[in-house]
């Protein structure tokens, strides 16, 4: 039994039609009075780390399942509140998304203030967490994932063949079948990224706001760019940090991921050769060398369950934080040794990889035939063949259920001018080349700040001082840079 590999944790459809908010009779008549969320302690809240420490304050909020039917059945969101504490400085609402898809929400307000989001920020706004349909507290989708189907996690094997993808093939079919015939079914055509800014519109009409700002990272990017798209007018400050695509999390999206590993992989090499005691080589190209020693020989005999595509998992996973690089040169010294990973992969939430799913393959159309999937893995093979394996290898999206109610949005132009984009220039979850994809789709309406550094996500939490900045003083004082900045590296403290 293969390991979990949760690959694109925090990590897009062509559409022919743009979506607004008036394509949904819902949407554009929704009315609320403050207060009509009923605000109480959260469940499971951890204990704050002292006595001044702010609490969440959670509530639940009943949505349309469908918006074409805003009075049909209704599903149940979860929604939290870090209520700002000076009436003085508060502008209003910050809604908050940490990317996904599949992942929850409600925590990420307290999670952000605990990892630096600044006082200026935090007195300017109630910060506002929720998870998305068919997540966590939310109505909760399923695909019925047998423990084995779980324990495989949301990344196919490496493809080293055409006939390693057709063998992949019918473990991706079963999901989607099991998907597309599980207890909640009844939500599958409904639970897509469109339906969950609409969601989001609900909740700022719920908190009695004319209109709500915005910090969503990694998927959270196109969710936000889907939200601004579709309510325009009633988006404030919108921040897009680290940015997929305007397609969002499609197939295009995905095979992705290993151009982002090649753009990132360089940071971590050049730290393992400048630090010989792990023994994994004395420059970079050792060090990649190395890479591809591990895989081959795990691919032909595992350690203790860690195969080749598990340990590209591994990797891709722990280039997402720079404060990881030393854990990860650790864990492929004990595989050089034969000895097991020091810390075992998590094990992931059935919740997560349904609602992973749910998103992924109910935005857009993916690729309906095995060839076509051979034929991305044999080119992604020599173009990326660290992760290309994998991420042109086929997935459940595959044989979808034809279910869609509606086409994708399409990102544009047409809004105000208000939406800031982060974004890091060698990120392996989003690479820069998708975010200034989106940056062209979003036009006039977006300013664009790029930092010279690696890793997945950059506001509050990276080193760059220089995005930090620029990022706080746009949601606190609306200050936006008038063309896009490119932020130089800071110097390793």
């Given at each position: 039994m293969r390991k979990t590999l949760s690959l694109a944790l925090a990590t897009t459809a062509v559409a022919a039609v743009a979506i607004s908010g008036a394509s949904a009779a819902a949407p554009d008549t929704v009315t609320a009075t403050p207060g009509s969320l009923r605000w109480g302690p959260c469940p499971q809240q951890p204990a704050p780390p002292n006595a001044d420490a702010p609490r969440l304050e959670c509530a639940t909020l009943d949505v349309p399942l469908d918006y074409r039917h805003p009075d049909g059945r209704q599903i149940e969101i979860a929604v939290s509140r870090l209520a700002s504490k000076d009436p003085a400085k508060r502008r209003g609402v910050l809604l908050t998304n940490p990317g996904g898809p599949g992942v929850s929400g409600v925590d990420y307000p307290a999670q952000l203030a605990g990892v630096g989001l600044p006082k200026d920020v935090l007195d300017s706004y109630d910060v506002i967490g929720f998870d998305p349909r068919g997540v966590g507290r939310s109505t909760p989708v399923t695909c019925d994932l047998t423990p084995q189907q779980q324990s495989r996690g949301n990344f196919p094997p490496y493809a080293h063949t055409a006939a390693d993808v057709a063998k992949e093939a019918p473990h991706a079919r079963a999901i989607a079948e099991q998907c597309a015939t599980s207890r909640t079914a009844w939500m599958l055509p409904y639970t897509t990224t469109a339906n969950t800014a609409r969601d989001m519109d609900r909740i700022r009409a719920a908190l009695g706001e004319p209109k709500a700002s915005y910090l969503g990272a990694s998927y959270g990017s196109y969710l936000g760019a889907v939200y601004?798209?579709?309510?325009?007018?009633?988006?404030?400050?919108?921040?897009?940090?680290?940015?997929?695509?305007?397609?969002?999390?499609?197939?295009?999206?995905f095979r992705l991921l290993g151009r982002g590993m090649e753009d990132r992989f360089p940071d971590f090499a050049a730290y393992a050769a400048a630090h010989p005691e792990y023994g994994l080589g004395t420059t970079p190209r050792q060090v990649t060398a190395k890479f591809f020693e591990l895989a081959k020989r795990l691919d032909a005999e595992p350690v203790d369950g860690i195969d080749g595509t598990l340990f590209r998992?591994?990797?891709?996973?722990?280039?997402?934080?720079?404060?990881?690089?030393?854990?990860?040169?650790?864990?492929?010294?004990?595989?050089?040794?034969?000895?097991?990973?020091?810390?075992?992969?998590?094990?992931?939430?059935?919740?997560?990889?349904?609602?992973?799913?749910?998103?992924?393959?109910?935005?857009?159309?993916?690729?309906?035939?095995?060839?076509?999937?051979?034929?991305?893995?044999?080119?992604?093979?020599?173009?990326?063949?660290?992760?290309?394996?994998?991420?042109?290898?086929?997935?459940?999206?595959?044989?979808?259920?034809?279910?869609?109610?509606?086409?994708?949005?399409?990102?544009?132009?047409?809004?105000?001018?208000?939406?800031?984009?982060?974004?890091?220039?060698?990120?392996?979850?989003?690479?820069?080349?998708?975010?200034?994809?989106?940056?062209?789709?979003?036009?006039?309406?977006?300013?664009?700040?790029?930092?010279?550094?690696?890793?997945?996500?950059?506001?509050?939490?990276?080193?760059?001082?220089?995005?930090?900045?620029?990022?706080?003083?746009?949601?606190?004082?609306?200050?936006r840079p008038a063309d896009d900045l490119a932020c130089a590296a800071e110097p390793k403290k």
């Open positions: 601004t798209t579709l309510f325009p007018q009633r988006s404030d400050r919108i921040v897009l940090d680290s940015n997929l695509g305007p397609g969002g999390y499609d197939v295009a999206a998992g591994v990797t891709f996973e722990h280039l997402y934080v720079e404060g990881l690089l030393p854990k990860l040169a650790k864990e492929w010294q004990a595989l050089d040794q034969g000895k097991p990973l020091t810390t075992p992969p998590p094990q992931i939430s059935e919740n997560f990889l349904a609602g992973h799913f749910y998103v992924t393959c109910g935005d857009s159309r993916w690729p309906g035939k095995v060839r076509d999937y051979q034929r991305n893995a044999a080119i992604d093979r020599l173009k990326y063949p660290m992760l290309g394996g994998v991420t042109a290898n086929i997935k459940p999206c595959a044989f979808w259920p034809d279910s869609r109610v509606e086409p994708p949005v399409k990102i544009g132009d047409r809004g105000p001018s208000n939406v800031l984009m982060v974004q890091n220039e060698r990120d392996p979850g989003t690479p820069l080349v998708g975010a200034l994809k989106m940056r062209r789709a979003l036009g006039d309406r977006a300013t664009m700040v790029t930092a010279d550094q690696g890793g997945h996500g950059v506001y509050p939490f990276g080193r760059n001082t220089c995005a930090n900045n620029t990022v706080t003083a746009f949601l606190t004082d609306g200050q």
